[in-house]
Nanobody
């Protein structure tokens, strides 16, 4: 139906920067909000940032002032610019989108990417 593919993860030094991208494709009717979640081993998956189709944003307290979420609606793409990275930011980052498919235009669904690993280490 709808596929979300993340990219941009990797190894970065503390204090460094990384930019994640996520592209939605497939049987898309509409996409509303898009966001990023992350999960470290033994921890609950948590919201990192979310952006609506009206460009309203919300961030986890732990990343406020350091991360910036943005989107390109024409490309069905969402980005996460991560600055001043800390070791505790190490996690698998997952892209999320809320929307509907062409097969079921009136049924709102959540779509998930497979994740991309971000490792912050010396």
């Amino acid at each position: 139906q709808v596929q979300l593919v993340e990219s941009g993860g990797g190894l970065v030094q503390p204090g460094g920067s990384l930019r994640l991208s996520c592209v939605a494709s497939g049987n898309i009717f509409s996409i509303n909000a898009m966001g990023w979640y992350r999960q470290a081993p033994g921890k609950q998956r948590e919201l990192v940032a979310v952006i609506t189709n009206g460009d309203s944003t919300n961030y986890a307290d732990s990343v406020k002032g350091r991360f910036t979420i943005s989107r390109d609606n024409g490309k069905n793409t969402v980005y996460l610019q991560m600055n001043s990275l800390k070791p505790e930011d190490t996690a698998v980052y997952y892209c999320n989108a809320a929307g509907s498919t062409s097969s079921n235009p009136h049924l709102y669904m959540y779509f998930w990417g497979k994740g991309t690993l971000v490792t912050v280490s010396l």
